[in-house]
């Protein structure tokens, strides 16, 4: 089989492509100019991926990256940036997926699967959710990547072309730097809890992933469905931080915080900063991270695709723990 995978310089898109590879499909990505001479599309290329020069905001480039591909994983979004215009999200999340799946359809392509993420159902009040819990995105991203998901949803039931929608659920493992800043607070005994921490927290190792990502694409059954793709199971965010603190070897920072301090200072933040294109310091969402539950059921993906996470926290934490300290980050 060959496969195009948007998005492959990123974290996620390098795992899938490499995991692609393994299975024995001729890989092909799709990388944006500016990042042709970047040190991941360099060793992509390396490892025998084909490289295709576009971006999801060029039709004809998208289009032309298709051509040829039996599956095409549309992993590219644009995530949370400061100071970038709401038309942003939507150019590349919600345009950029029409692009995709339009030249998908045009190349002969037999499916595509969709990336959108678990933050379309934001807070999830009655724990686990399914695929079927209601909608509450918290933000541009959240609700661009709704707008792109049901999109494609539309596209695939116009026929002449199959479509899966995955929702990746708290992606992390080697690579990875989004949860860096997390371990190193906790190495250094510099995490406080907002709030009891007994909200409930779901995570991914990247393996797990790239494996439901495959599953979604070569699955006969999975055409048309919607999944969400997590862990074995989901914690509390206070048990999440003694794992992690145990793995490091430190004891937990026994201090808990209240919430409303922090969120204030987060929309004062974003009030100043963002206007002026600069990083805030703090963000509400940062805040959200303390208040909002995650804990997702992945019954569906287990029973209709085969999906089998087997990549537990304390193995999962221990892997990324020790390519932190390899490269150096912590």
Same mark, same amino acid.
């Given at each position: 089989?060959?496969?195009?995978? =948007?998005?492959?310089?990123?974290?996620?898109?390098?795992?899938?492509?490499?995991?692609?590879?393994?299975?024995?499909?001729?890989? %092909?990505?799709?990388? %944006?100019?500016?990042?042709?001479?970047? %040190?991941?599309?360099?060793?992509?290329?390396?490892?025998?991926?084909?490289?295709?020069?576009?971006?999801?905001?060029?039709?004809?480039?998208?289009?032309?990256?298709?051509?040829?591909?039996?599956?095409?994983?549309?992993?590219?979004?644009?995530?949370?940036?400061?100071?970038?215009?709401?038309?942003?999200?939507?150019?590349?999340?919600?345009?950029?997926?029409?692009?995709?799946?339009?030249?998908?359809?045009?190349?002969?392509?037999?499916?595509?699967?969709?990336?959108?993420?678990?933050?379309?159902?934001?807070?999830?009040?009655?724990?686990?959710?399914?695929?079927?819990?209601?909608?509450?995105?918290?933000?541009?991203?959240?609700?661009?990547?709704?707008?792109?998901?049901?999109?494609?949803?539309?596209?695939?039931?116009?026929?002449?072309?199959?479509?899966? +929608?995955?929702?990746?659920?708290?992606?992390?493992?080697?690579?990875? =730097?989004?949860?860096?800043?997390?371990?190193?607070?906790?190495?250094? %005994?510099?995490?406080?809890?907002?709030?009891?921490?007994?909200?409930?927290?779901?995570?991914?190792?990247?393996?797990?992933?790239?494996?439901?990502?495959?599953?979604?694409?070569?699955?006969?059954?999975?055409?048309?469905?919607?999944?969400?793709?997590?862990?074995?199971?989901?914690?509390?965010?206070?048990?999440?931080?003694?794992?992690?603190?145990?793995?490091?070897?430190?004891?937990?920072?026994?201090?808990?915080?209240?919430?409303?301090?922090?969120?204030?200072?987060?929309?004062?933040?974003?009030?100043?900063?963002?206007?002026?294109?600069?990083?805030?310091?703090?963000?509400?969402?940062?805040?959200?991270?303390? =208040?909002?539950?995650?804990?997702?059921?992945?019954?569906?993906?287990?029973?209709?695709?085969?999906?089998?996470?087997?990549?537990?926290?304390?193995?999962?934490?221990?892997? =990324? +723990?020790?390519?932190?300290?390899?490269?150096?980050?912590?």
């Amino acid at each position: 089989m060959t496969a195009l995978v =948007t998005g492959v310089t990123g974290f996620t898109g390098g795992h899938l492509a490499k995991h692609l590879m393994r299975h024995g499909h001729k890989v %092909r990505g799709l990388v %944006r100019p500016r990042s042709l001479d970047s %040190r991941a599309a360099v060793s992509l290329a390396e490892a025998g991926v084909e490289i295709a020069r576009g971006d999801l905001t060029d039709e004809v480039a998208v289009a032309r990256a298709c051509v040829g591909a039996d599956v095409v994983y549309h992993i590219a979004a644009t995530y949370r940036e400061a100071g970038q215009p709401d038309s942003a999200y939507r150019a590349v999340n919600v345009q950029g997926t029409h692009h995709v799946i339009a030249g998908a359809r045009l190349a002969g392509a037999r499916r595509v699967v969709h990336c959108s993420t678990g933050g379309v159902h934001g807070h999830v009040a009655d724990p686990p959710a399914n695929e079927e819990a209601p909608f509450n995105p918290g933000d541009v991203y959240q609700e661009t990547k709704l707008e792109a998901e049901q999109a494609a949803r539309s596209e695939g039931e116009g026929g002449g072309i199959e479509v899966v +929608i995955a929702r990746p659920i708290g992606i992390y493992g080697p690579g990875d =730097t989004r949860f860096l800043k997390m371990f190193r607070g906790i190495s250094r %005994r510099r995490f406080p809890i907002l709030g009891s921490g007994e909200v409930f927290y779901h995570l991914t190792y990247i393996d797990d992933l790239c494996e439901g990502f495959r599953l979604c694409g070569e699955v006969p059954a999975a055409a048309g469905r919607t999944y969400l793709l997590a862990g074995p199971r989901y914690t509390t965010l206070i048990a999440l931080v003694a794992l992690i603190a145990a793995e490091l070897k430190v004891r937990p920072l026994p201090v808990h915080l209240p919430v409303w301090p922090f969120w204030v200072a987060g929309a004062a933040c974003e009030a100043v900063c963002i206007p002026l294109r600069l990083q805030p310091p703090l963000y509400r969402r940062r805040v959200d991270f303390y =208040t909002k539950s995650r804990a997702f059921d992945i019954t569906r993906a287990r029973t209709e695709l085969g999906y089998a996470p087997v990549v537990d926290l304390p193995e999962g934490i221990r892997r =990324t +723990i020790a390519w932190y300290r390899a490269q150096g980050l912590l």
